[in-house]
C-alpha cells in the first residue's frame, strides 16, 4: 500500500509542472534561469548570456568575454506536498577565431525523482569561418553534447516494487544544434533571429518501459531599441515552440512565448516582463561594476493561471561576466 502512495504522490508532484508546461514527457525544460523566464521564456533570439545554451547554443559566440552564471528556482512554492526546484550552472569561454565553448549543468528536483543533464556547447561565427566579404548579416552556428540522467530515490518499500525491478536509473546521450542570426542596425535598434533544435535523437529514457525525451524546436525573434525615452536597449522577443512527444499517440504541442526587458539607470537596473502558456511573468536584474567584473543579479516569478494556492514560482540568478 505506501508503495503504491508514494508513487501516486510522485506521479501527481510531476504533473503539477508537467501540465503547466504543456508536456508529458522526461527532460522537458521547465525554465532554467530568470533573466529567460522573466521573459516568458522568449529567448531563442536573444541568448546573448550564460543561459545561451539551454535557448539556443550558437548564441554563445555573442558573449565577448568568459561568463559564469548560477541559478536557482523553486516551483510552484505554497502547494501541499509538492516539492519542486532547480538548479543550473553555466560557464562561457570565447577563444577568438577558433571559437567559443562553455560547459553546463542543470538539476531538477521532485520530491522522489531528480533529472540532470550536462551540456558541453561549441558555436562559430560562420562569415568568420567561410570568410564572408560584403554586407552578410551575422549568423552562427552552435550545438550542445549532452548526456542525460534521472533516478528516483527509493524507500524500504518502494525498493521492491517490479517498477524498478531493473534499476531506478536511467542515462542516455543525445545534442542540440542551433542558429543564431543578427541582422544589419539601423539607427532605431537592430533585430536577431534564431531557431534551435534540442534533443534530437529523442532518447529513450524509461525506467520500466519506453519514455523518450521530447524534440523541441523553438524559434525566435527579437528587436533590440538603443533608446526610448528612458529606457536603454529595450528588447521585445518572442519565441514558438513545437515539441514532438514519443507516446502511443504521437503528441504534439506548440505554444508561444512573449517577453521584454528595458534597463534602466544608465544600465544598472533592469525590468522584465512576459507569459507563455504556463503562466505571467516578471522580474528585474541588477548590474554592478567591480574594475574588471560585471555582476549580476536576477529575479523572475512566475505566476500559474491554472493553479491557486500557490505563490507562484521564484528564480534567481548571479553571474559574472570577466
Known amino acids: 500500500m505506501r508503495s503504491r502512495t508514494v508513487k501516486i504522490l510522485m506521479l501527481i508532484n510531476?504533473?503539477?509542472?508537467?501540465?503547466?508546461?504543456d508536456s508529458y514527457a522526461v527532460f522537458k525544460d521547465p525554465g532554467f534561469g530568470a533573466r529567460p523566464m522573466a521573459m516568458g521564456g522568449a529567448f531563442t533570439a536573444v541568448a546573448d548570456d550564460s543561459n545561451a545554451p539551454l535557448y539556443n547554443p550558437a548564441g554563445i559566440t555573442q558573449a565577448g568575454n568568459p561568463q559564469i552564471g548560477l541559478s536557482y528556482a523553486k516551483l510552484f512554492s505554497g502547494l501541499e506536498n509538492v516539492d519542486l526546484s532547480l538548479?543550473?550552472?553555466?560557464?562561457?569561454?570565447?577563444?577568438?577565431?577558433?571559437?567559443?565553448?562553455?560547459?553546463?549543468?542543470?538539476?531538477?528536483?521532485?520530491?522522489y525523482h531528480r533529472e540532470n543533464t550536462v551540456n558541453i556547447t561549441y558555436a562559430r561565427s560562420i562569415e568568420r569561418l567561410f570568410r564572408f566579404k560584403g554586407n552578410w548579416p551575422e549568423i552562427s552556428f552552435g550545438a550542445n553534447a549532452k548526456y542525460l540522467s534521472h533516478s528516483y530515490i527509493l524507500d524500504d518499500y518502494s525498493r521492491n516494487d517490479p517498477v524498478f525491478a531493473s534499476g531506478s536509473s536511467k542515462s542516455n546521450f543525445t545534442a542540440d544544434l542551433g542558429l543564431w542570426a543578427k541582422l544589419k542596425a539601423n539607427?532605431?535598434?537592430?533585430?536577431?533571429?534564431?531557431?534551435?533544435?534540442?534533443?534530437?535523437?529523442?532518447?529513450?529514457?524509461?525506467i520500466l518501459t519506453e519514455d523518450n525525451a521530447a524534440a523541441e524546436t523553438r524559434v525566435g525573434a527579437a528587436y533590440k531599441i538603443r533608446k526610448l525615452g528612458s529606457m536603454k536597449n529595450l528588447i521585445i522577443a518572442s519565441d514558438l515552440v513545437y515539441r514532438n512527444i514519443v507516446t502511443e499517440q504521437r503528441e504534439k504541442n506548440i505554444s508561444l512565448s512573449l517577453g521584454a526587458e528595458?534597463?534602466?539607470?544608465?544600465?544598472?537596473?533592469?525590468?522584465?516582463?512576459?507569459?507563455?502558456?504556463?503562466?505571467l511573468t516578471c522580474g528585474f536584474g541588477v548590474k554592478k561594476n567591480f574594475g574588471d567584473y560585471d555582476i549580476i543579479f536576477d529575479y523572475a516569478l512566475l505566476w500559474?493561471?491554472?493553479?491557486?494556492?500557490?505563490?507562484?514560482?521564484?528564480?534567481?540568478?548571479?553571474?559574472?561576466g570577466f
Open 262 to 279: 528595458a534597463w534602466f539607470l544608465n544600465e544598472m537596473l533592469a525590468a522584465r516582463l512576459g507569459g507563455n502558456s504556463g503562466g
Open 187 to 206: 539607427k532605431f535598434g537592430v533585430a536577431s533571429a534564431g531557431i534551435a533544435v534540442k534533443n534530437i535523437t529523442q532518447p529513450d529514457m524509461g
Open 14 to 21: 510531476l504533473s503539477a509542472l508537467f501540465a503547466l508546461s
Open 87 to 111: 538548479q543550473y550552472f553555466s560557464a562561457l569561454y570565447p577563444y577568438g577565431e577558433i571559437g567559443s565553448f562553455g560547459i553546463s549543468w542543470t538539476d531538477f528536483s521532485a520530491n
Open 304 to 320: 500559474p493561471l491554472q493553479l491557486i494556492s500557490t505563490t507562484g514560482s521564484h528564480r534567481v540568478s548571479l553571474s559574472c
